[in-house]
């Protein structure tokens, strides 16, 4: 069977018995050399077959179950993300036709039309499995204004930058698998036959480093705001993998540093993807950026820039928006538009920030990622977050909220801080222009993230 045609139960069975392999989250872990000869929904299969399924499951294992169930058995699989909003919910299931929902256990109730199936004990797999479908899979997206998009994928694109033989004993991740990063993780887990260790909303950081340590994890992934909480927690010294990957925001050379500083023998890479473009590149030599030799029409992963934005075409991409009134997804020539604005310096390409983020001063742009880049380079910052705030004159001014490295004691900490704050202002008008530094900073303990695991940027 082609790489990209098996369903995740075959990859399963044909990794054969290695005892161990399993999905843990707190408190609770699930076999996965169990779940390849077992099914958790056998009085249902048949029922589920060729269905359009809404996986609305309360928890990522549950959610990770459903879709070994359900890769081959179902048409389509849409994976709702935790955060999805109930006024949203009728959105889903008329625009993705769904007819069938995975949940797991207590339930409030559900169109009278839909076949509801909540997972039971194990019990044998028939033997021919029964996964022969191409099912669909459908993403949703993460933007924090207005319905969120729903995302067509073929299985053969969501695992075309995975290499099973590069398999990975324990994986990790910071992100929820019902996200685009978090998925990536999971079938990469699954296909390399290791195990993987889940994240849970709430758990504080130090927990979550305790049990990725008890684990033994050897690969770990999340974004660079992920990354700087982590670093920031001593039990981040528990770990110690031997790859560490970043993505879903701009790595800036701080966080990297950072990284190569905390787990020296660890590969550091930093990859491109988003739930519309799929997996664009990874970048392994510890630089922020990427080679502009990246830029070309006939690689397996096509990217060019127009109007400054980060545009990509490659067989991982996904095939559409579904629901009302969606949108094109690409182009005449099959580009996805990233909405990600890139330059040139050197032979490097630099992220500078999202078209939809720009600030507007005085008619004059700023990308707050860009203004960020430049206070995590001083020494005694962890992270950083820049926005705007209403100006009468010209509409808006900068402003910063920052966390420092080592909290400020009692006491002294007012002297640090006026310190730290001239340092970093210092810092920011070496480098930028005057209409990009800050005019308000202040510092903070702690960020606001969305459960995408980025800086939230806008008030929720």
Known sequence: ??????????WLLEAGSRPGRAIHAPGRSLSLDTLATTTTIAPLRAALAGRSVLVAAGDQLSAGLALVELDGLARRIVLAPPDLKP???PAVLAGAAIDAVFLDGDHPSWPADLLVAVAGPPMPLPPDGGEARDTEWVMLTSGTTGTPK???HSRAGLVGAIDPAASAPVWGTFYDIRRYGGLQIFLRAVLGGGSLVLSQAGEPVADHLARLARHGVTHL???????RRALMAPEAALIAPRAVRLSGEIADQAVLDALARAYPGATLGHAYASTEAGVGFEVTDGREGFPAAFLHPDRAVAMKVE???LRIRSTRTASRYIGGGAAALADADGYVDTDDLVERRGDRMHFV?????????GGLKVHPEEVEAVINRHAGVRMSLVKARANPITGAIVVADVVADEPFPDGTGGDRQTAMKAEILELCRATLPAHKVPVLLRFAAALAMTPAGKLQRRDA
């Open 1 to 10: 069977m082609p790489h990209a045609s098996k369903p995740l139960r075959r």
């Open 87 to 89: 006024s949203d919910l």
């Open 150 to 152: 729903m995302v067509v």
């Open 221 to 227: 992934s999340g974004t660079p705001s992920h990354w």
């Open 307 to 309: 109007d400054g934005s």
């Open 353 to 361: 920030g999202r078209r939809s983020g720009i600030i507007n001063v």
